[in-house]
């Protein structure tokens, strides 16, 4: 797994951008990590209209407000709602322990492309992978 992915594997949380009515919108979500695709989910057609995939960028950071060190990753790629019911079963009970919230679509992102620059001392900002 790339340093980007691996950063982003050990947020909490993160942002998923994404097209509402042909204006972007932006949803703080919960995700896991899964081999190289980002997994979030929510209330259904709140990200993905009605079950249709769509490209979306996933955001996360961690940034200490005192240092400013840390790091910013993003991921581009197409999200598609998760369809095999054993899969949805299992990311469910996975992204449920994060957020004990109703949740009826899971959406799997995939990183197509993956951008993480981590801020570090002295220096100018360090692109990762």
Do not use: K
């Not at 019911?85 to 197509?112: G, K, M, T």
């Amino acid at each position: 797994m790339p340093e980007s992915l691996r950063w982003l594997a050990g947020a909490p949380f993160g942002r998923v951008v994404f097209t509402e009515n042909a204006l972007p919108a932006v949803r703080p979500m919960y995700h896991l990590v899964d081999d190289d695709r980002v997994v979030i989910h929510g209330q259904l057609g709140s990200v993905l209209p009605r079950g249709h995939e769509q490209v979306v960028t996933y955001a996360a950071d961690e940034i200490d407000p005192t240092t400013r060190l840390g790091w910013l990753v993003t991921v581009t790629g197409l999200a598609g709602p998760v369809t095999d019911p054993a899969e949805i079963e299992r990311y469910q009970s996975l992204l449920n322990r994060l957020i004990p919230l109703p949740h009826d679509q899971v959406i799997r992102i995939s990183c197509e492309f993956v951008a993480g620059i981590e801020l570090v001392s002295s220096t100018l900002p360090r692109a990762a992978d």
